[in-house]
């Protein structure tokens, strides 16, 4: 089976730094094909709709942010190791979500910023900012 698995999550308090790690394995992602995958963080909050974090597609230099982490988030990926990478620093309460990895092959990085595809998805990891 292809897999997305989220890991990072955890309890921390506002203004700290978090990375969350994505790692993508099975057939899909074999043999160096992850790298024709756009990637892409979303997070849903209790009661809040699932939302786009950042993305990265095919380029080195295809990424996306939300405004609402833009200039304090970094996504990156390691083509080698499958895996995709989103650092969260300054955070504030309402980062307070779970955090999703996504995969998909025909969508850009750039449409993923206007919603989800019908990708891959991991099971999600708990960020909890609280002081």
């Known amino acids: 089976q292809a897999q997305l698995v989220e890991s990072g999550g955890g309890l921390v308090q506002p203004g700290a730094s978090l990375t969350l790690s994505c790692l993508a394995s099975g057939q899909y992602f074999s043999g160096g094909d992850f790298s024709n995958y756009a990637m892409a963080w979303f997070r849903q909050a209790p009661g809040k709709e699932r939302e786009v974090v950042a993305t990265f597609g095919r380029g080195p230099r295809d990424i996306n942010y939300a405004d609402s982490v833009k200039g304090r988030s970094t996504i990156s990926r390691d083509n080698a190791k499958n895996t995709v990478v989103l650092q969260l620093n300054s955070l504030k309460t309402e980062d307070t979500a779970t955090y999703y990895c996504?995969?998909?092959?025909?969508?850009?990085?750039?449409?993923?910023?206007?919603?989800?595809?019908?990708?891959?998805w991991g099971q999600g990891t708990q960020v909890i900012v609280s002081s």
């Open positions: 996504y995969a998909d092959r025909a969508m850009t990085a750039s449409a993923l910023m206007r919603g989800p595809g019908k990708g891959l």
